[in-house]
């Protein structure tokens, strides 16, 4: 059985950091495309970072570009999203999930497992 588990989420100051994990069991991540995205109270899912199984090019989001990291730790069988800089339109639930494709794309419809969200808050 597929499953991906998220962790690391919490409640953080503005300009603070987190780093969220996302644990795969029943596949390895490096045969999936593993992308993170989030959803904010009253909004849609937002694609915010992924990670493609090829060759292990990243994507970002405009709104996350050079504050967020996305890696792989093949070893650990997960996936890590470093946040630096976090800001409060960042609060959101944050979910990974993963995509059978080659290359990763962030269209929620890519993507056939979802974790089950961790709550990330940004507040002073």
């Known amino acids: 059985q597929l499953q991906l588990v998220e962790s690391g989420g919490g409640v953080v100051q503005p300009g603070g950091s987190l780093r969220l994990s996302c644990a795969a069991s029943?596949?390895?991540?490096?045969?999936?495309?593993i992308g993170w995205f989030r959803e904010a109270p009253g909004k849609e899912r937002e694609g915010v970072s992924c990670?493609?199984?090829?060759?292990?090019?990243?994507f970002y989001s405009t709104s996350v570009k050079g504050r967020f990291t996305i890696s792989r730790d093949d070893a650990k069988n997960t996936v890590n999203l470093q946040m630096n800089n976090l800001a409060p339109e960042d609060t959101a639930v944050y979910y990974c999930?993963?995509?059978?494709?080659?290359?990763?794309?962030?269209?929620?419809?890519?993507?056939?497992?979802w974790g089950q969200g961790t709550q990330v808050t940004v507040s002073s």
């Open positions: 029943g596949f390895t991540v490096d045969m999936y495309s």
């Open positions: 990670i493609s199984s090829s060759d292990g090019s990243t």
């Open positions: 999930a993963a995509a059978p494709t080659r290359l990763c794309v962030m269209y929620t419809y890519e993507y056939d497992y």
